[in-house]
């Protein structure tokens, strides 16, 4: 069977992640201690226990890919040559791209704890903030955007994730100020989201060329498959790719939406590591269907 291995993003989190299969799995126990090294953080509490930590960026971010990534180790046997290609809704690109063998697990671990760490910086004094927008057509908000832009304002359509549902990036005070408005334009409902940062617009512009020089240290040159991109919904296999397109990616649109409805008639399956958020966007895109593994007993079954 072709499948397509999926990843989720930043809001897939929570307390209590990933403990079923590191109190299973011997392989998930030292992926959770290699992560715990290389940041000098203990991911088992981090993410098992009740904490603040969690939901703030820098430590979110690793604490995602952990899980996915360790997800995908314990099916990585059953799915050799079965994958055509990989894909992840924002961070979940740096877990397609472990995936695939372009990053190292210790290398993605630290890239998306700096990764974090830059956006926070970046936004801290900006009251930065994203904006969940549902039930209006994309070139709607998008003309909507670029006016309230040419008032002044800094908004930006951030996240494609399916037909009627938008994210918004911008100034948290700009977004809430146009909510009324954007229901006025027939919105079934807006909802500002608990993040600190905007991601994927141009308020990120100040920290891409330092992360553009992180990530040309950190890819190597090794894919065992395509992963498609966020910013151009299009397949890509090289380091340089890979570079630019990520780099770009903090100030570009995820193009989810298109990633999947321009590539599912290449495969039969998806196949969601670590995660149930993109089955659910899912359901809304495709008629092929999405395996959500996030327990040991569900990897189980999918392996038999």
């Not at 891409?208 to 395509?226: H, N, W």
Request: one cysteine or more; a negative charge.
């Amino acid at each position: 069977m072709s499948i397509s291995v999926i990843f989720p993003g930043q809001g897939s989190q929570s307390i209590g992640m990933g403990k079923d299969l590191y109190d299973n799995s011997q392989i998930v126990k030292e992926l959770f201690e290699q992560a715990s090294d290389v940041l000098q953080e203990d991911m088992a509490q981090l993410c098992f226990s009740e904490n603040d930590k969690l939901n703030k960026t820098r430590y979110t971010q690793p604490a995602i890919l952990l899980v996915s990534y360790a997800t995908y180790m314990l099916i990585k046997d059953k799915v050799k040559g079965s994958i055509k290609f990989a894909l992840g809704h924002s961070l979940g690109e740096f877990s397609a791209l472990c995936a695939t063998n372009a990053l190292s697990f210790e290398s993605a671990i630290s890239l998306v704890s700096i990764r974090g760490k830059l956006m926070e910086e970046v936004c801290k004094n900006k009251s930065s903030g994203m904006m969940v927008v549902l039930g209006l057509e994309d070139f709607v908000l998008e003309e909507f955007c670029e006016k309230k832009r040419n008032l002044g304002l800094k908004v930006w359509c951030a996240n494609y994730n399916g037909d009627g549902q938008i994210v918004l990036g911008g100034i948290k005070e700009d977004l809430s100020a146009l909510e009324v408005e954007i229901k006025g334009l027939g919105a079934k409902r807006t909802l500002i989201l608990p993040m600190s940062v905007a991601s994927h617009c141009p308020i990120l512009e100040d920290m891409k060329d330092d992360f553009k020089s992180i990530l040309s240290e950190s890819i190597k040159d090794e894919f065992l498959f395509p992963v498609i991109s966020n910013t151009n919904a299009k397949p890509y296999k090289t380091k340089q790719e890979a570079i630019e397109l990520l780099s770009n990616q903090l100030i570009l649109p995820v193009q989810y939406k298109q990633s999947i409805t321009s590539h599912e008639g290449e495969i039969e399956q998806f196949v969601e590591c670590g995660g149930s958020v993109l089955k659910g966007l899912n359901k809304r895109l495709t008629q092929k269907p999405t395996i959500s593994l996030q327990t040991y007993t569900d990897i189980c079954e999918f392996i038999k």
